[in-house]
């Protein structure tokens, strides 16, 4: 009778366990994707207007992008002066980002590490990944299309081309950019520059 007892108490006491596990991921996946707590932080020379490196004009760009039609390639540019964009994008990223690149863009462990498989783990989108390692134009063509589609990689990175429109996969890469240091955003600009010339 006792043995009983002690099963029983064990099986109750697993249970309980494991719903109390379950609820935590519950309450902590809530929290990181509901919240709006200020995870991501946006440098601070961003708070004021700064000059595009645009080649044409931003109202064209903008309203090309509103209206959902596909972007010209020469027109893909990440747009950091624009605080309602970036805060779209923010939104977007936790949407539909964070849970493969992590809450505050960090990627998932071992992402560096080559399975024979190509890199299916989720690189980080802070200054430690190789994000900012590629132009606009490239980044937007990942998103758009996956790391395997008109980009030419090979990646497990899903194509975003039916779920997020060419304005909100602009927002969220600006976002991204946005939490990027100084000098390796100037790095990145850099290499939209040698994109260009080509």
Same mark, same amino acid.
């Given at each position: 009778?006792?043995?009983?007892?002690?099963?029983?108490?064990?099986?109750?006491?697993?249970?309980?366990?494991?719903f109390?596990?379950?609820?935590l991921?519950?309450?902590?996946?809530?929290? !990181?994707f509901?919240s709006?707590?200020?995870a991501?932080? +946006?440098s =601070?020379?961003?708070?004021?207007?700064?000059?595009? !490196?645009i080649? $044409?004009?931003?109202?064209? +760009?903008? !309203?090309?992008?509103?209206?959902?039609?596909?972007?010209?390639?020469?027109?893909?540019?990440l747009?950091?002066?624009?605080?309602?964009? @970036?805060?779209?994008?923010?939104?977007?990223? *936790?949407? &539909?980002?964070?849970?493969?690149?992590? +809450?505050? @863009?960090?990627?998932?462990?071992?992402?560096?590490?080559?399975?024979?498989?190509?890199?299916?783990?989720?690189? =980080? &989108?802070?200054?430690?990944?190789?994000?900012?390692? &590629?132009?606009?134009?490239?980044?937007f063509?990942i998103?758009?299309?996956?790391?395997?589609?008109?980009?030419?990689?090979?990646?497990?990175? =899903?194509?975003?081309?039916?779920?997020?429109?060419?304005?909100?996969?602009? $927002?969220? @890469?600006?976002?991204?950019?946005?939490?990027?240091?100084?000098?390796? *955003?100037?790095?990145?600009?850099?290499?939209?520059?040698?994109?260009?010339?080509?």
């Open positions: 009778m006792l043995l009983l007892s002690r099963n029983k108490y064990s099986r109750i006491m697993g249970a309980l366990t494991g109390y596990a379950v609820g991921l519950v309450l902590g996946l809530g929290y !990181s509901f709006d707590s200020n991501y932080k +946006i =601070p020379e961003l708070s004021e207007p700064q000059p595009t !490196s080649e $044409s004009k931003p109202d064209e +760009i903008s !309203s090309k992008l509103e209206n959902h039609q596909a972007v010209d390639t020469i027109e893909i540019r747009q950091l002066n624009d605080p309602d964009l @970036l805060n779209n994008g923010e939104r977007i990223y *936790r949407t &539909h980002c964070a849970v493969c690149h992590g +809450i505050n @863009l960090e990627g998932q462990k071992g992402w560096n590490i080559k399975d024979g498989q190509n890199n299916i783990l989720a690189p =980080p &989108h802070d200054e430690t990944g190789h994000t900012w390692h &590629h132009s606009d134009e490239e980044l063509f998103t758009k299309y996956g790391g395997a589609g008109k980009a030419g990689g090979a990646s497990a990175m =899903p194509g975003y081309e039916q779920i997020l429109s060419d304005k909100e996969i602009i $927002s969220v @890469l600006s976002f991204i950019k946005s939490t990027w240091p100084v000098q390796i *955003r100037l790095q990145q600009d850099q290499i939209n520059e040698q994109t260009v010339k080509k």
